[in-house]
């Protein structure tokens, strides 16, 4: 079993749907979940971060956290054609580093 | 934000090539990653302080990093081999808070 799943996509939508991104993670100690945004050809960068069961909304990203589960999700409403990259879906366990599942592909289509 | 350099480098296997990070100037941890094609980031090693916190994830005796005044490392891999190819991330973040971990553009290593 891998640390963190992500389905690798592409997950294509249309302009203004909602894009609904997934992630599974295997560390229970885990304690801090990052979803990152990576660009072709560029560093990921840093979109949310979520500490404790439930929401956190951040304009038009949601990002939802059920640790019984292991589960972290991110929903992006009214997507943008910007919006399509790569997200990367990090749990964080106190230990320093972050493992990184493989990606999701986003593409949303005008 | 974070820098690095260069940020690409092209080299002949068996040669030694070293990279540098600077780090957001108040942050006091600084992680090393690369990526290669199609997959997440794979944690190398990260520093707190000057001293080298977890280095669980350096490949082999061919990669070391260092960071000598608690600020800028380097990141040097030896005789170096065609799988080393890839994108060499720099990170840096804050202990206190959540450790939210902000990148740098990467280096690109080639090795022919």
């Known amino acids: 079993q891998k640390e963190v799943e992500q389905n690798s996509g592409p997950l294509s939508v249309p302009e203004g749907a909602i894009a609904s991104l997934n992630c599974t993670y295997s560390?229970?100690?885990?304690?801090?979940f990052f979803w990152y945004r990576q660009y072709s050809g560029k560093s990921p960068e840093l979109i949310m971060s979520?500490?404790?069961?439930g929401d956190k909304e951040d304009g038009r990203f949601t990002a939802q956290l059920n640790k019984a589960s292991q589960y972290v999700s991110l929903l992006i409403r009214d997507s943008q054609p910007s919006d399509s990259a790569t997200y990367l879906c990090?749990?964080?366990?106190?230990?320093?580093?972050?493992?990184f599942g493989q990606g999701t592909e986003l593409s949303v289509k005008p | 934000g974070v820098s690095q350099n260069p940020r690409h480098k092209i080299t002949k296997r068996g040669q030694n090539v070293t990279f540098r990070c600077d780090p957001i100037?108040?942050?006091?941890?600084l992680y090393w990653y690369r990526q290669t094609l199609g997959q997440g980031p794979e944690f190398l090693i990260y520093?707190?302080?000057?001293?080298?916190?977890?280095d669980s994830g350096l490949p082999n005796d061919r990669f070391f990093a260092v960071r000598p005044e608690g600020s800028v490392s380097t990141l040097k891999i030896q005789r170096t081999q065609q799988e080393d190819s890839a994108v060499y991330l720099c990170?840096?973040?804050?202990?206190?808070?959540?450790?939210?971990?902000?990148f740098g553009p990467g280096t690109r290593l080639t090795v022919t």
């Open positions: 990090a749990p964080y366990n106190q230990g320093g580093k972050l493992i």
């Open positions: 979520i500490y404790s069961n």
């Open positions: 520093f707190q302080g000057t001293g080298a916190a977890d």
């Open positions: 990170a840096s973040s804050l202990v206190q808070g959540g450790n939210e971990q902000y």
């Open positions: 560390d229970r100690g885990s304690q801090s």
């Open positions: 100037s108040e942050h006091n941890r």
